[in-house]
């Protein structure tokens, strides 16, 4: 803030405060942003053009596109000054950029909230999505206006509806009947990625399994896909996000192994990555929800099953794999026979083993997996090593020893490496028809039905006689009824099926009655393809013109929250792959490159209301402007650090954007633009050129807070030259800093850099400057300075050469007077030197 006086025009002041036009060289951040917000609607400088004859070089920047829960966020505030920082960098490297906004606006909370008001979920929706874009225009985000979109418009949803047909017909869309996870507030099923420790990953209540018919989309049939494309991402996606998308989709190698059940005339298919430890399997698991469990129980043990059985089902995925739960699970009073050694082994049904995984049983060597040595200690149960590993007996320890050795007590495979054995092993299960080689994947298929109305209806009508029959697409959109209030309140089905009128139709193919499908689609499959949507917005003859998306995409940066690693990145994938194949584009990757940012959060948490530690967006701009707190948040630190709001001060970036800005008002007071720069003085201009250098590498490298210390450093240099130069501000260099600040600080500070860059003269917006050139005479260093301490205190500085030899540099700071009064008569016990900057003095 300026000092009282201190190039303040009262007049000037108040007129700034009632709206005017700012005048003089006071910083007032209200009348800067309502100014130049009412200048951008009007000129629309961050439209992407569309001139298939335009040469520039196109760039695609997209942020996750918001939910309308309410106004911005912290959060919010911060994600998209990272984005804008590269969009706006792009503006001024001259590429034609596409940063459109839209918004995610299906999903429960609006739902939920039309319940609790009485209305229709579209009124709480569209409200809160009017009041996000006005603060996102206030906040001044690039964003190409004329591409906005919602994807509960039914213009939107039609697609979504178009698309869930042509993955029907390639067999990728299916329903069927099994074991779902089950919300029991939001009374709906969940995919298993929106499953969190157990619980709904969005309202918090625990998850149960329950029995249900399901849509699915068959994203397994890509998960080799999914995995090797990531190839393409090394290196423009961060490390973590790639490798937990490869742990969820947990491609694995292994085998089938055929076990024989006593008293069932068909074997049981096990899936093992480690067949090398067959003759070590010394019992045999069956998900307690399996249906082969319920199958092979004896009548003796079925009582104590069906008890077992009903308490897991309490239990999520989750908490039935956890290691540190205690085992727990029922003889089922049969035996299974080892293949490799004919040995009778009992078998058990328990909740550690999934009954989607694999084929829902497995062999258990208790020796070598913690999980089967834990079950087997709990229970009694043999424990056999067949791995030296030159560790302890586990059955003592109780310590598995999963890792590589040589094989022991395994027959044929005895002295033997892990390798060696399973190549060894699925040979001789081969031979006998045991067994074979096979690859296994943790992801399983995309539950996409949801038993709520405020979502995509799925275009299917079921008939009697014709089945399952899509919805013709000339009949696109299946617009949702008028439903509202009570009559969307959860009752374990979709509030649909009360809308009759709606849900009864003509069969398309044989024109008897019929029934809609009266689930709708899990909002994740609206935003699997939206960015394909922004390309042409407007377009009706498709989801997305093909030939605009070859000209955009794929997506060139993308900036989000790390939680979207799995969910909504996967699906993503996913999508981008199945439309590849349909011919609709030409890459198979949707985003090149990933930016994730860390959170805001407040005294050492996260922000909530219980905690009382919440800060509010609005109410900090209100205070300190939004130049200030888009400043605040990309100088907290890296993109990916979260920023504790305690420890941070918009006060004090907004002290800087007023010195910021007198320096540009200054310059621009003080001379035109058609000066030569470089008439003005060489050190303000070095320090010039390498803020421009500097400022460059450290945005392509995502380091934008370190970029905006350069620009402060210049600032204060800058500042520096006025006041003591002869010339101040009309030094030619002083202006080319001036010029140089705005386009640098346009990046962060959009209003400030405006003003500037009007105050300096210059034509046109800064956000469309162009990026100035670092000059390499410039760059070159001609001295350095060079600490000498004495004694471990500094007593001189040395401008020196930066190719100054130790030899040079002890000589010189010897030689100073100030270091031989500290020294007086004695010669220096020791010298340390650091060419060129530092000299260490030990006195004798």
């Not at 080892?338 to 084929?359: F, K, M, Q």
Request: net charge negative; aromatic share 10%; glycine share 8%.
């Amino acid at each position: 803030m300026s000092e009282p006086g201190e190039g303040t025009d009262k007049r000037d002041e108040a007129r700034s405060r009632a709206g005017g036009e700012p005048t003089g060289e006071h910083y007032d951040p209200v009348a800067l942003q309502e100014k130049w917000r009412r200048r951008w609607e009007e000129s629309e400088p961050y439209r992407a053009g569309e001139d298939p004859d335009d040469t520039r070089e196109r760039r695609y920047m997209l942020d996750m596109f918001p939910y309308p829960s309410g106004d911005l966020h912290m959060g919010h505030g911060e994600v998209f000054a990272i984005g804008d920082v590269i969009a706006r960098y792009w503006f001024q490297r001259g590429f034609n950029v596409l940063h459109p906004i839209g918004w995610d606006s299906f999903g429960l909370p609006a739902e939920n909230a039309a319940i609790k008001q009485g209305e229709h979920p579209a009124t709480w929706t569209y409200a809160n999505i009017e009041t996000q874009a006005g603060s996102f225009k206030r906040y001044g985000i690039s964003f190409d206006w004329s591409r906005r979109l919602h994807t509960s418009d039914p213009e939107y949803y039609r697609w979504n509806q178009w698309l869930f047909l042509r993955f029907f017909e390639r067999g990728l869309a299916y329903r069927k009947g099994g074991l779902v996870n089950w919300c029991p507030n939001d009374q709906t099923v969940l995919a298993n990625e929106q499953v969190v420790a157990g619980r709904c990953e969005r309202c918090g209540a625990e998850v149960v399994r329950r029995e249900l018919t399901q849509w699915y989309f068959k994203i397994t049939d890509y998960a080799d896909r999914l995995v090797d494309d990531m190839a393409q991402l090394e290196g423009s996606w961060p490390d973590r996000l790639l490798t937990m998308q490869r742990n969820w989709i947990g491609r694995s190698h292994g085998a089938d192994v055929a076990f024989e059940i006593e008293g069932r005339a068909e074997p049981v298919t096990v899936y093992t990555t480690r067949p090398d430890t067959l003759f070590g399997a010394t019992f045999f698991v069956v998900a307690v929800d399996a249906k082969l469990a319920d199958e092979i129980v004896t009548d003796e043990a079925r009582e104590a099953f069906e008890t077992y059985r009903a308490e897991a089902a309490k239990l999520s995925d989750i908490e039935r794999l956890s290691l540190e739960k205690e085992k727990t699970g029922v003889f089922l009073g049969r035996y299974a026979v080892n293949p490799v050694n004919g040995e009778r082994i009992p078998i058990w049904a328990a909740d550690y083993v999934l009954s989607d995984y694999g084929h829902g049983a497995i062999m258990a060597v208790p020796a070598h997996d913690q999980r089967d040595l834990d079950f087997a200690l709990r229970f009694g149960l043999p424990v056999r090593v067949v791995l030296e590993t030159g560790l302890e007996d586990p059955a003592e320890t109780g310590v598995a020893t999963p890792g590589e050795g040589r094989l022991i007590n395994s027959g044929p495979l005895d002295g033997l490496t892990k390798a060696e054995a399973i190549d060894r092993i699925i040979g001789i299960l081969g031979e006998r028809g045991l067994g074979k080689a096979t690859v296994n994947y943790r992801l399983r298929d995309w539950l996409l039905s949801r038993q709520r109305f405020w979502g995509t209806p799925i275009p299917i009508i079921h008939c009697a006689d014709c089945g399952e029959v899509p919805v013709p697409d000339e009949q696109l959109p299946v617009v949702l009824p008028d439903l509202r209030g009570e009559a969307l309140a959860p009752k374990g089905i979709s509030p649909l099926a009360s809308a009759t009128d709606w849900v009864t139709v003509e069969c398309p193919k044989c024109g008897g009655t019929a029934a809609r499908d009266t689930d709708t689609m899990d909002t994740f499959v609206d935003s699997s393809w939206y960015y394909l949507r922004y390309c042409s917005p407007g377009y009706t003859d498709g989801p997305f013109d093909v030939e605009r998306v070859r000209r955009w995409g794929p997506i060139d940066q993308y900036v989000g929250g790390i939680e979207h690693a799995v969910l909504h990145l996967l699906y993503s994938r996913f999508v981008t792959k199945v439309l590849h194949d349909m011919g609709m584009l030409d890459f198979t990757e949707p985003f090149m490159r990933m930016l994730n940012q860390g959170q805001v959060i407040n005294q050492g948490r996260a922000m909530s209301k219980s905690l009382g530690n919440g800060v509010d967006l609005g109410k900090q701009i209100d205070a300190f402007g939004v130049d200030a707190v888009r400043f605040t948040m990309i100088f907290a630190g890296p993109p990916e650090d979260d920023i504790d709001w305690a420890d941070v001060s918009p006060a004090a970036s907004q002290k800087f954007l007023a010195r910021a800005f007198r320096v540009m008002a200054e310059a621009g007071k003080a001379s035109g633009p058609d000066v030569s720069f470089a008439d003005g003085d060489r050190e303000l201009r070095k320090v010039t050129h390498r803020t421009i250098d500097a400022v460059t590498r450290l945005i392509d490298s995502y380091r934008f807070n370190v970029a905006m210390a350069r620009a402060m450093e210049l600032t204060s240099a800058t500042r520096k030259a006025i006041d003591a130069s002869p010339g101040g501000a009309a030094d030619p260099a002083v202006r080319e800093a001036a010029e140089t600040l705005a386009i640098v600080l346009s990046l962060v500070a959009p209003y400030v850099a405006e003003e500037g860059w009007e105050r300096l003269g210059r034509p046109g917006s800064v956000a469309t400057a162009g990026w100035p050139v670092a000059d390499p005479e410039l760059l070159v260093v001609d001295e350095v300075t060079c600490v000498v301490q004495v004694a471990g205190k500094v007593r001189e500085r040395l401008s020196v050469s930066p190719d100054v030899s130790e030899a040079e540099l002890e000589t010189l700071a010897l030689a100073s007077a100030k270091v031989q009064g500290y020294l007086g008569d004695k010669p220096p016990r020791k010298v340390i030197v650091r060419a060129p900057k530092l000299v260490n003095i030990v006195p004798g």
